[in-house]
T-cell receptor
Framework: GAVVSQHPSWVICKSGTSVKIECRSL??????MFWYRQFPKQSLMLMAT?????????EQGVEKDKFLINHASLTLSTLTVTSAHPEDSSFYIC????????????FGPGTRLTVL | SQKIEQNSEALNIQEGKTATLTCNYT??????LQWYRQDPGRGPVFLLL?????KEKRKERLKVTFDTTLKQSLFHITASQPADSATYLC???????????FGKGNQVVVIP
């Protein structure tokens, strides 16, 4: 089956630094990838949709300049949390749609970000 | 306002029994509904999809129903096993786009 990987699986950083999270589709191509944030006991909140070769589409309330998304190839999307603050600490998960209609989602294993 | 409601209380169930989870929604007209399993600290894993014109879907020990009149989906795990312990998310698939709207999930704990 289709596999989505994420790297790193966890990261601890100081306030004010930037953190890059990579999301890769390992055995299929993804022109679209979705980035979610999840707080404990809460639902997945869609942050943005990344599109290969074009700009990402951000959800209302998500700061584009803070959460930079790049979808450089058909298998790689990156999320950079710029000038991270403690309130950015969360679980970040990416997903890519499969080829079925309607598509099922293949999720990465997630990245736990802790900002000190 | 739009809402997707799943029980916030964990469902504790004896091994071998059937676990039933509910997903209710308000002010949505989903084209389909999906169920995912999420283990702690992991990304969700797809389980089942059911379309609006389907009443029931089965996969091994899993069964999903979809009632668009009641605006409700039920998710059943028959002959539950401790390995079924996880959080189960329902997700509504909307017409015309690739978006999914997720519920908060319902935790299941299967007691040996």
């Amino acid at each position: 089956g289709a596999v989505v990987s994420q790297h790193p699986s966890w990261v601890i950083c100081k306030s004010g630094t930037s953190v890059k999270i990579e999301c890769r589709s390992l055995d299929f191509q993804a022109t679209t990838m979705f980035w979610y944030r999840q707080f404990p006991k809460q639902s997945l909140m869609l942050m943005a949709t990344s599109n290969e070769g074009s700009k990402a589409t951000y959800e209302q309330g998500v700061e584009k300049d803070k959460f930079l998304i790049n979808h450089a190839s058909l298998t790689l999307s990156t999320l950079t949390v710029t000038s991270a603050h403690p309130e950015d600490s969360s679980f970040y998960i990416c997903s890519a749609p499969g080829a079925s209609v309607p598509p099922r989602r293949y999720f990465g294993p997630g990245t736990r970000l802790t900002v000190l | 306002s739009q809402k997707i409601e799943q029980n916030s209380e964990a469902l504790n169930i004896q091994e071998g029994k059937t676990a039933t989870l509910t997903c209710n929604y308000t002010n949505y007209s989903p084209a389909y509904l999906q169920w995912y399993r999420q283990d702690p600290g992991r990304g969700p894993v797809f389980l089942l999809l059911i379309r609006e014109n389907e009443k029931e879907k089965r996969k091994e020990r899993l069964k999903v129903t979809f009632d668009t009149t009641l605006k409700q989906s039920l998710f059943h795990i028959t002959a539950s096993q401790p390995a079924d312990s996880a959080t189960y998310l329902c997700a509504l698939g909307l017409y015309g786009n690739n978006r999914l709207a997720f519920g908060k999930g319902n935790q299941v704990v299967v007691i040996p």
